[in-house]
């Protein structure tokens, strides 16, 4: 028995693939006989050694996908073999293409339970099931519809940011478009100062660096969306990482245990390889100390707010951002507050848009290349009710396969035990930003209500829901450290708006608390000095020149859209990486996913996985295209010029600055600020973290 041929069929609907195979398919000759899951065709083969050969076909259904399969039975080919092949693939592509379906245009008005149930129905049952689903529902809905239009309109984004000349006249430079909403608003008079030093525009992520410039004594104001509190995620992180929380003066080492709801033991890193070739299967990646500290999101949030109002800061939450205007002394904002429909003007120093995926700001800013890649991410927290034995609390998934591609996507998925017997899933893909295909929350809930039993064996409707988690976590792939618009006069984008990401577990949360004493250093001497221009702002960022480099990486688990690829191809990939890493020593491991490779691991771990696996650089050349390959050679020579520089300068020059930190501050602060991020870029992402500048 010998496979001939294995594809992925984008449709969930199987029994489709199956009746077409059976009815529809044929050949010029030979006997067809109907199986039940498919067909075998035979072809009698007259001489003296072999009687028949046939093809045996067959289809299957997992992850809401359908596979097919074509094995060869005799001893030797069958008639017309690899015409055979190409034929029936050519058919089935016709038959059953790539789609990318939209979720429906729904009526404000009636219930959203109602209106989506046709099109998502498990998706409708168990949010049902959710306290408060109505409103997350509507919110994920809404949070997909927000993304569409900006990944579908990249060239002409709706216009938010506005200058104010010195005469108070509206200009509109570096702005594409407006949308009639923004349009209609009148130019703000600004009142003679602002009332806020830092106004924040998103309370997750925005909620810990407000909190920690508010300490620092700037009057900070915080708007959010949302009733503040609310996450549409989990937060997981580790000890080390989330010891720059309490270096930084936000939290005590009490505080930090009192927030952490599950510290697990292990977290495991496997990857579907049943259809992989025995050399590329590989053993479980353990990573004990990656995202092994479930933190609660809520106490977080409440002990972070309740030190921004202790610090003199303001929380105004359930109110929109609409627009900012910018002029050379303030930027002064537009915001309606929810409930009422108030509209009000506030005005600050600068403006930090905290929005993620969600920020108008962003696709204003960088229009076609505000976010390159993205991972739409769904799950649910789950307050109990699995069997005793489907998992130990002990223990976390970080990332996980149980399938090939499916549907254009390698679906991943991510489990985090929390407090008590609760379980935090995600289930999320690596996607390329495509205006044909930008991803859908909505599909992705489907796919998670479907295949949860596949994952982790479960009834369902057995499940306590705690909350769903959702959201768009971005990526951008750099090609330098100044490659893409962060900050304009008096506004800068952080986290998720900032595209802040790892290539590997793309979580905004832990890039931010991983380079939050960066961005704050920084941040606090552009204030202090009123260095609050594009020029000066747009230096203050993470870009780490080791993770540059990665996003190849990341590049090679998407499926390109309109692409058939083979269905195992990522995993193989992932399979090479990980089971690289499963052989190297701990420590390995935790640089190479907490972004601290450096360049002599990441090329000894390159050339091990080119050996292991030669197809490899075939492979990502495929996925990638040529124009990619040869952006990404730019990254390699940035890569090794950084690691010569930081070789070069070494520990002498963080000493040096600390030496002449009291007369070069003061007489030459932009040039000041300059060498503090010349500093932050050769020690950020060591494989050991240095002691921080003081």
Partial sequence: MQELLYLEIPTPDTASVRQWLQADFVLDNGEKIITPDGLRWKIPVINATSGRVELSVFVWSVQRTTYLKVFLWGDQPFPEQKRILQCLTKEIRNRFPNCYPEPPVIDAQKSIFAELEPYYPLTVKYFQKMPNGEYDLKRAYWWEQRWREGVKNPQKP???IFYQENNGEENTKNSSSSSSSSSSLSPVTCPLSPEYDLIYIGGALGSIHAAVMAKLGYKVLLIERLPFGRMNREWNISRDEIQSLINLGLLTNAEVEKIIAREYKDGFNKFFDANNPSKLRSPVLHTPTVLNIALDSDKLLQVCGEKLKAAGGDIWDETEFIRADISSSQVSINIKHLPTGNEQQVSGRLLIDAMGTASPIAWQLNGGRAFDSVCPTVGAVIEKGFEPGVWDADYGDVLYSHGDISRGRQLIWELFPGSGEELTIYLFHYHEVNEKNPGSLM????????????????????LVW?????????????TSSSDRTIAVDRLIAIGDAASLQSPL????????????????TLLNTALKHDLLTSQHLNKIRAYQSNVAVMWLFSKGMMVPTGKFIAPQLINSMLNTFFGLLAGESLEVADNFIKDRCDWFTFNRLALKAAIKNPALLLWIWQLAGWQDLLRWVGNYVSFARHAL????????????LKWSQS?????????WLQLLVINYAISTGRPRLPPALR
């Fill in 505 to 520: 577990v793309f979580t905004g949360f832990g890039s931010l608390v991983r380079n939050l004493e960066r961005l704050t």
């Fill in 645 to 656: 520089v930081s070789a070069l300068l070494g520990i002498w020059f963080s000493q040096f």
């Fill in 466 to 478: 705690k909350k769903p988690t959702f959201g768009y976590i971005p990526g951008h792939f750099s």
């Fill in 443 to 462: 599909e992705m809930y489907e796919d998670f209500f479907t295949i949860l039993p596949e994952y982790r064996r479960c009834d369902l409707d057995k």
């Fill in 663 to 671: 007369w070069l501050e003061t007489h030459f602060p932009g040039l």
């Fill in 158 to 160: 709706r216009q938010v």
